[in-house]
């Protein structure tokens, strides 16, 4: 608790010191604002492994393809969302709009033009979402969205929403599943930070041209049996001593 204690501090820290220092970068290139944006990712998690003792560990990194794709993430924690940007090309974020009115996030946010989305405009926001999302493909970015739009415990019966389909049929290209077991050292509504090595898995593409229907069901078949052998994989780093409460058991 006290090491997870320090890095919270050292973290928020570390993060103001890069939006106030780098608040000049607004004013660049987008690229130079993406570079800032990395490095920020980059210190946390070195500050994460420095403090706490927790690593990273990337697999599959091979089933990228060349050109841009659409990255389909599990989403367990706000690691998630800081971690993931320096593996994948100029990474456009689908984000949901009222982010954008945070000072300074927000501000960045739009700069980096991520995708924010009203979730509130339903139909509208879906096709203006796609719209986006076309101009930064187009751009040679992966754009990368969590599917079940926000973070789920790990262990948590899946629950996809529509956005993952819309782009899916939108953008005519790969669809690249990912799982990870973040939630399982950094948990969702809780400070502490466990020692052990976080694992995100980079799986086989999903091609363009499929089903609706057959997209969702292999996309959720793919990140969620990965995910939750990622998840007892950390159970047995952590020992049976140290099995959190807050984890539920897997869905039947």
């Given at each position: ?15 103001a010191?890069?939006l ?20 920020h ?13 927790t ?28 971690a ?59 754009i990368?969205?969590f599917?079940?739009g ?13 956005g ?16 990870l ?6 948990a ?13 898995e ?14 969702r069901n ?35």
């Amino acid at each position: 608790m006290v090491r997870s204690l320090i890095f919270v501090v050292v973290f928020y820290i570390n993060t103001a010191v890069f939006l106030l220092f780098g608040s000049p970068l607004l004013f660049g290139p987008r690229s130079w604002a993406m570079a800032g944006l990395r490095a920020h990712a980059r210190a946390s998690l070195w500050w994460l492994r420095f403090i706490v003792g927790t690593r990273m560990e990337v697999r599959g990194v091979e089933n990228l393809p060349e050109g841009s794709a659409l990255i389909a993430a599990k989403h367990q924690s706000a690691w998630d969302t800081f971690a993931l940007i320096p593996l994948f090309r100029d990474p456009a974020m689908v984000m949901k709009a009222e982010l954008g009115g945070i000072p300074f996030y927000g501000w960045f946010a739009r700069k980096f033009e991520h995708i924010l989305v009203r979730r509130e405009k339903a139909a509208a926001a879906l096709r203006q979402m796609n719209s986006d999302a076309r101009d930064r493909a187009s751009q040679n970015r992966d754009i990368v969205i969590f599917p079940e739009g926000t973070r789920r415990p790990p262990g948590a019966p899946p629950d996809y929403k529509s956005g993952v389909l819309a782009l899916y049929d939108g953008l005519e290209r790969p669809c690249v599943p990912v799982a990870l077991n973040s939630g399982m050292f950094w948990a969702r509504k809780s400070l502490v930070r466990r020692p052990g090595t976080i694992v995100v898995e980079i799986l086989e593409p999903i091609p363009p041209g499929l089903p609706r229907a057959d997209f969702r069901n292999l996309l959720i078949e793919r990140i969620e049996t990965a995910t939750e052998k990622l998840r007892l994989e950390a159970l047995e780093e952590f020992g049976e001593s140290q099995i959190v409460s807050q984890v539920p058991p897997p869905p039947a």
